[in-house]
């Protein structure tokens, strides 16, 4: 496979951007190697600068639900941009993109921005704005984007990178962070015993996605919502990753339409903007009529509600149909027994776990991941062998043992079809380098 394209965009790149990407993982300095810059993508496939051709299963971490290139969000998205680009106004597709995100979940109003980081930083400001408290309290290995106040003990790329703690921010201002084990209930009760009347809100991921896929433990998110309930405080599940893609509704359709329980506060991102720069927060009315210009709590962004990635996002969960949620999961399924067999014939101990329609696999290690310290434990060291020898077959991966696996309607789940056909060729070959690998 040759890669003398993409090595030369990659020198270019690094005398004019830090590391020569504009996103840390995409650098590949956990697995080392050249990163493949991409030039275009169709159904389930991308073909890089040298015409490689990959089966893709990162979907640009998440938003490529219907796959790439999907023939009527194209069109959608053609024919939105011929109208204009952005007009700095209100404009119909936001209108109709908040309708169809209230009409999925719990939320009655919802405010567009541009990105998840944007989403999460603007809902921590309302609650705080709501409660009139300071402290916020967040889990270990929890990514909400690089929002400073956040990025205590995150994971994605702050993990990914190994970044001894969070530079850059101010000790300040982590100061009212209160940052916790995942699925451990007594230490969210013990933080309440003594702050309770000091926090603002609990933000957690729906399910966690970005220390690899760790989802809550039974009653654990209901949990949460009691507790903040009981304290005044605001419950925040981030659904940026898992919204509309672990199930048509989220991950609280799994979870909190079960349970029974219902967050304050959500945020969405990747699938809701189609591929296109898009987010959003929202929550009970009471909540959201603080935000300006109805209430005194400011949060404003010139390209929120871009009339182009507004219609993207739009075709996109119109497109969505219970069927083709359906279709993922079977895709999902198949994928998942595809990997795992091959690693366990390879002698490869490992764990599988998934939140809805999404998985990833922690290497080497033989019981449930539940919190951060257990995906760490994991053998990096595997995945990377794993990794370069599925890209060296033509399978794209992402280059991140702490990172979800994901899939899209594109991806035929019949094992004969063409990205699953070489996904499965693919995999006893990656899956033996990956046990030389492992220490």
Same mark, same amino acid.
């Given at each position: 496979m040759s890669t003398t394209a993409s090595e030369a965009l990659f $020198?270019?790149?690094?005398q004019v951007s830090p590391g020569g990407v504009n996103s840390p993982v995409r650098a590949f300095r956990a697995v080392g190697g050249t990163p493949r810059f991409m030039k /275009?993508?169709?159904g389930a496939w991308l073909t890089d600068a040298d015409d490689n051709r990959y089966v893709d299963l990162v979907g640009s971490w998440g938003p490529m639900l219907l796959g790439h290139a999907h023939p009527e969000v194209i069109e959608a998205v053609t024919a939105a941009a011929a109208r204009g680009t952005s007009f700095g106004t209100p404009a119909e597709p936001e209108v109709l993109l908040a309708e169809e995100i209230v009409a999925r979940t719990p939320v009655e109003r919802v405010r567009m921005v541009s990105s998840g980081t944007e989403a999460t930083m603007s809902a921590i400001r309302l609650a705080r704005g709501f409660t009139g408290r300071d402290r916020i309290v967040k889990f /270990?290995?929890?990514?909400?984007?690089h929002v400073d106040a956040l990025l205590a003990e995150a994971g994605s790329g702050v993990v990914t990178l190994g970044i001894p703690g969070t530079p850059g921010v101010p000790a300040h201002v982590t100061a009212d962070t209160i940052v916790l084990p995942y699925n451990d209930p007594a230490a969210v009760d013990a933080a309440f015993a003594e702050y309770g009347d000091q926090i603002a809100c609990v933000i957690t991921e729906a399910a966690a996605g970005n220390m690899g896929v760790v989802p809550p433990h039974p009653g654990f998110n209901e949990h949460l919502s009691r507790t903040c309930a009981a304290h005044g405080a605001l419950f925040i599940t981030d659904e940026v990753m898992t919204g509309f893609r672990a199930a048509r509704s989220g991950y609280w359709e799994i979870d909190g339409q079960v349970e029974g329980w219902q967050p304050d506060l959500m945020t969405f991102g990747k699938v809701m903007g189609g591929g296109f720069p898009a987010a959003a927060f929202g929550g009970r009315a009471d909540v959201m009529d603080l935000l300006a210009p109805v209430g005194p709590v400011y949060q404003a962004g010139t390209l929120s509600g871009n009339p182009v990635a507004t219609t993207a996002g739009l075709t996109t969960l119109r497109l969505a149909t219970p069927e083709v949620y359906e279709r993922l999961s079977a895709t999902s399924s198949q994928v998942q027994h595809l990997v795992s067999e091959? *690693?366990?014939e390879a002698g490869v101990a490992h764990t599988l776990q998934t939140a809805g329609?999404?998985?990833s696999i922690f290497w080497g290690v033989a019981e449930p991941v539940a919190d951060f310290a257990g995906a760490q434990a994991q053998d990096t060291a595997a995945y990377t062998a794993f990794f370069h020898a599925m890209l060296d077959a033509g399978v794209y991966l992402p280059p991140s043992a702490y990172e979800a696996w994901f899939l899209s309607a594109a991806h035929d789940p019949d094992v004969d079809s063409e990205p699953l056909s070489r *996904?499965?060729?693919? *995999?006893?070959? $990656?899956?033996? $380098?990956a046990a030389a690998a492992a220490r």
């Open positions: $020198a270019r790149a690094q /275009s993508g169709a /270990s290995g929890c990514y909400h984007g091959a *690693l366990a329609t999404m998985f *996904l499965a060729e693919a *995999l006893p070959g $990656a899956a033996r $380098a």
